[in-house]
């Protein structure tokens, strides 16, 4: 066994997973796996930089992490930054940041990079799954970008795009400063329009539509998946490989839609950093199961967080 920490620093959550890996049998054990919402790519996509404010509640995240790894005694250390902290004409205040509590270089990776990091930490345990036919696609809906990875036992081709559930509902859900409350259909459409594009552009490099089984990542995904089984509080155990099908996303992103902010809010499993940016997230999912033509989505809890910690194993 090797104990490593991952760190996962995306555009609306920063992630730590403390794991023993033991690459000789596949095993990962997990010893501390936390998120908090820290919203780092507060207002990136108008101003094209990390908003103060956005930066010191990523680095007060840094120090509890830095605590906890230390005290794990893990042997090994990866920050792995996405969208954000790519598209932000400051990141190297974010780096020097990050280098000054953790003692690590924050890594800032490409779109396929995080793609395949995503890949390999939701389909290692699935590969000896007899129940689900592959090649997987597997789509991962972050904060600023999307990744869709298509590929059996390894990744057979990536794409990033830059279609997330913070970016669609700061660029369409705000209207003078306020998340509209529900949306307009105006507003909807015009997310479909951009999500329709982006898929567009996905499918110049992955052939999405050649799928047998649709993975679906991080927490718009088992948001949805944890509303659709009706958990009175968010339990990973019960939502991990858990199997939505298209009319229950559809039915819940409608729901969605159509909600305040207070009913959104009130949605037992629903994180409180979540309640904005939820329905933009949903509608993400819900055009890539009609794009794809996907009956259901296998949930994943596991994903780039895991593939960067088994990066480590090695």
């Not at 057979?156 to 400063?177: F, N, Q």
Request: hydrophobic residues 45%; negative net charge.
């Amino acid at each position: 066994m090797k104990r490593v920490a991952a760190i996962d620093c995306g555009t609306n959550s920063i992630r730590l997973l403390v794991a023993d890996c033991d690459p000789a049998t596949g095993e990962l054990k997990d010893l501390d796996r936390r998120m908090q919402i820290v919203r780092l790519g507060q207002g990136v996509d108008r101003t094209g930089r990390l908003a103060p404010e956005a930066l010191e509640r990523t680095f007060a995240a840094c120090r509890e992490y830095a605590a906890v790894i230390k005290g794990l005694g893990a042997e090994q250390v990866r920050f792995v930054a996405t969208s954000a902290s790519r598209d932000a004409e400051n990141r190297d205040d974010f780096v020097r940041g990050v280098v000054d509590i953790l003692g690590v270089e924050p890594e800032v990776i490409t779109g396929d990079q995080e793609a395949e990091f995503s890949f390999n930490g939701a389909t290692k345990e699935l590969l000896g799954r007899a129940d689900l036919e592959r090649p997987f696609l597997v789509v991962d809906i972050g904060g600023g970008s999307t990744e869709f990875v298509l590929g059996a036992d390894s990744v057979r081709a990536a794409r990033s795009v830059d279609v997330g559930c913070v970016r669609m509902t700061e660029r369409h859900l705000v209207h003078e400063g306020e998340i509209s409350d529900p949306p307009t259909a105006g507003q909807i459409a015009a997310i479909k329009a951009d999500v329709a594009t982006a898929l567009d552009q996905a499918e110049e490099t992955v052939p999405l539509r050649e799928a047998a089984t649709l993975v679906g990542l991080a927490g718009s995904v088992t948001t949805v998946a944890a509303i659709a089984l009706g958990l009175d509080r968010y339990e990973s155990e019960a939502i991990h490989h858990s199997r939505i099908s298209l009319a229950q996303v559809r039915e819940i992103t409608d729901r969605l839609l159509c909600s305040t902010h207070a009913e959104r809010a009130a949605i037992p499993v629903m994180h409180p950093g979540r309640v904005d940016v939820i329905a933009a997230g949903a509608l993400v999912l819900l055009s890539v199961m009609e794009r794809t033509g996907a009956a259901e989505v296998v949930v994943s809890e596991h994903d780039i967080l895991d593939g960067i910690a088994w990066s480590l194993a090695g």
